[in-house]
């Protein structure tokens, strides 16, 4: 069973930092892109950071230079670091990754900037 777990999230205050970490198990994923989405209330899901297995990375404009994704492919398993976060910020965060010719979800980690 493939599944992927993050962890990480909570509450923190505006300018503050929280690193997500999302281990995935039940498939390699090293050699496909990982990546971490979001969520806020009553929006669409954005695609905040990916990174491929070449080391290409790719941001949401709105993180660029706060964020930063990495990953250790030989614990299967990504992160994103959130640096100078805004209540903007404030979503649903879903770890991503594609193995075994589809797409699998983390059930989420709430992450909330308080003003």
């Not at 899901?45 to 709105?62: F, P």
């Not at 805004?86 to 900037?113: F, K, M, S």
Request: a positive charge; proline letters at 2%.
């Amino acid at each position: 069973q493939v599944q992927l777990v993050e962890s990480g999230g909570g509450l923190v205050q505006f300018g503050g930092s929280l690193r997500l970490s999302c281990a995935a198990s039940g498939a390699d994923f090293s050699s496909n892109t990982m990546a971490w989405w979001r969520q806020a209330p009553g929006k669409s899901r954005e695609l905040v950071a990916s990174m491929t297995s070449a080391g290409r990375i790719d941001y949401l404009d709105s993180v660029k230079g706060r964020f930063t994704i990495s990953r250790d492919k030989a614990k299967n398993e990504v992160y994103l670091a959130m640096n100078s976060l805004t209540p903007e910020d404030t979503a649903i965060y879903y770890c991503y990754g594609n193995a075994l010719a589809r797409a699998h979800w983390g059930q989420g980690t709430q992450v909330t900037v308080s003003s």
